[in-house]
Structure formats: structure tokens, C-alpha cells
């Protein structure tokens, strides 16, 4: 499997720095970028709309800059997530400006738009769609994405139900594209572990909001640095949409994390959950099960350090 440059280079580990609704800034993507990873936000996070274009025009600064001051180690490609439901009334917009800084890699989210993967393609930018089954893989590709994120059992936010080993196995035998992999990744042996299974990039949200740059409250990454698998909780209560989320964050929104209400779907709210009493993402915390792997808040740096040192560990054992 080949990988398209702006996938394959730059990089000191295969890894994307998964686009984490709030918490993902330009401080966030910088520090994964200059560390050797993709970093990626959502589009959503510049509020309102118009600093969207602050934000690129600082992110892509940046990486100039950082390219300059070190040609021998230059910056990984970032990325930029777009909801592309019919519900977000910002797409058309948010595609606008990242087409004037032509943003090289989209990740589309919950729905897949030929008209939108056509808009990327023209100036030159790659797409990836996130799916959870099969099923949407097929159509993401057919509808015209490069490239595919398999979002299995165990990641946080908007996850699936599927095993990595039954998902990955079932688009590789059909797909050979770009293909990341989320889901409970969160050390260096799961990243070639990913790429065992077939993938050729790990996906990794939940341990990057226990890191300086994050933009979380300091709570939200301190719980997020002692929690385990045991403490995430899947349910759709807060946007319409099933999720993994913190158990402790439930319980301090007064709610019995194992006795949830079911939501209807119908009701799906991709943004705040504004509508909603309960505030998903900013009081509800999103993660997932791989977090026993983070001990504490750290600099993105020594987090993909840490990363990098497991990863060549695995790639060594016999």
C-alpha cells in the first residue's frame, strides 16, 4: 500500500493526531506537526466562524516557520475536520477558507459528499473519511474520499462497535488505500500493532487532552491521565449519536453513569448539545478505552516522544 506524500512524509511515527471537538487548537496542531505527527482540528472549534481563517493563517505560519529554523527535521501535514451533515450550516464557508489556504488533508465526518470531496480535489487537498462499518466505507469511497478512518471499538467520542481485527480485515480485503485506524490506541506497540492488521496510520484522540497544549480544563486532563477502560461509558444520551464517554464527568453532571435514558437519534446534535441539558463535549468529556497507557499531562513533544520509543521497541522484538 502506497501512501500519497502528504500522508507518508515527514513523519516520525505513522500517527494522526485525531481532531478532538474543543479541545484541538492551533497550539495543539502546531505542537503535533513539529513533533512528527499529522495534527488535525475541527473546523467548528474556531468559534466564530470567521477566526477560521486566524487559525490556518497562524497553524500554516508556524510550520514555515519551523521549517526554516530546522530543514532537517520539517514539519509533518496537518489536517482539518469538517462535519459534512446536512446540519452543519458552517460547511460551505469553513470549505471556502480552507480552499484559500488550501488545507492539504480533509477529514469528513458523518456523511459523505461527492460534491465536497470534488470542492477538495480541485485545489489539490486529500480526503479521508471516517466510517465505522463496512457498509460506509463503500459508499465514502464510491462518493470520491482518498482514503478511509476506521473508527473501531473503544475510541472515544463518536465510536463504533466493531473489532479493529474484523473491521480493518473486512476494507482491506476490497480497499487499498490510505487506511487509519482508531480505537483504543495509545501506545507504541498499538501503532505497529495497527499496522499489522493492515492499516498504515494510527489514529490517536484521547491520549493528546492530557498534554499542555490541549485546550481542556485542567480536570478533564488530570482524570483523563488516571483513567482506564473501565471508566469509559458508551452511550448516544448526549448527542443523538452513540459515544464513549468519562464516567466521572457523568457523575459530577449528577447522572447515573449505568443507568443512562437512550436518546433519539432523530435529535442528533453535532455541536455543544447547546440544546440539550446536558453540554457534550465541554461538561461531558469524551475519551477513550486506551487510556491506562497515560500516567500524566505532558508536552505533546514527550507524548509522541514516548510514543516514538515503543514504537521503534516494537518494531525491533522478534
Not at 183 to 199: D, F, H, M, T, Y
Not at 207 to 220: G, Q, R, S, V
Amino acid at each position: 500500500m502506497t501512501l500519497p506524500a502528504l500522508l507518508r512524509g515527514r513523519l516520525r511515527i505513522p500517527v494522526v493526531g485525531a481532531p478532538l471537538f474543543i479541545i484541538s487548537n492551533p497550539a495543539l496542531v502546531i505542537a503535533e506537526c513539529t513533533s512528527g505527527i499529522i495534527g488535525s482540528f475541527p473546523a467548528l472549534n474556531a468559534r466564530p466562524a470567521e477566526r477560521l481563517a486566524e487559525w490556518l493563517a497562524e497553524i500554516t505560519s508556524a510550520l514555515a516557520a519551523h521549517d526554516c529554523a530546522h530543514p532537517d527535521r520539517p514539519a509533518a501535514s496537518f489536517a482539518v475536520n469538517q462535519i459534512v451533515h446536512r446540519s452543519n450550516d458552517r460547511l460551505e464557508h469553513d470549505l471556502g477558507i480552507c480552499a484559500e489556504f488550501k488545507v492539504p488533508i480533509t477529514i469528513t465526518s458523518l456523511g459523505a459528499r461527492r460534491e465536497v470531496n470534488d470542492s477538495i480535489h480541485a485545489y489539490g487537498g486529500i480526503v479521508l473519511h471516517d466510517i465505522i462499518n463496512n457498509g460506509f466505507a463503500h459508499k465514502a469511497i464510491e462518493k470520491g474520499a482518498d482514503g478511509l478512518i476506521a473508527v473501531s471499538a473503544g475510541a472515544g467520542g463518536h465510536a463504533g462497535v466493531q473489532s479493529p481485527f474484523a473491521l480493518v480485515h473486512e476494507i482491506r480485503e476490497w480497499f487499498d488505500g490510505p487506511l487509519a485506524l482508531s480505537g483504543a490506541i495509545s501506545n507504541g506497540r498499538s501503532i505497529r500493532a495497527a499496522e499489522v492488521l493492515g492499516a498504515d496510520l494510527a489514529y490517536i484522540g484521547s491520549a493528546f487532552i492530557a498534554t499542555t497544549e490541549a485546550n481542556a480544563p485542567d480536570a478533564y486532563k488530570e482524570t483523563a491521565a488516571r483513567s482506564a477502560a473501565g471508566d469509559i461509558v458508551y452511550t448516544n444520551l448526549f448527542t443523538g449519536v452513540h459515544g464513549n464517554y468519562l464516567r466521572q464527568s457523568i457523575l459530577a453532571a449528577g447522572l447515573d453513569p449505568d443507568n443512562l435514558p437512550v436518546s433519539d437519534p432523530s435529535t442528533m446534535n453535532f455541536g455543544s448539545g447547546r440544546d440539550s441539558a446536558y453540554k457534550a463535549w465541554r461538561d461531558i468529556w469524551g475519551a477513550g478505552q486506551g487510556l491506562a497507557a497515560v500516567k500524566a499531562v505532558v508536552p505533546v513533544a514527550a507524548l509522541v516522544e514516548r510514543l516514538a520509543r515503543e514504537y521503534a521497541g516494537a518494531r525491533a522484538a522478534p
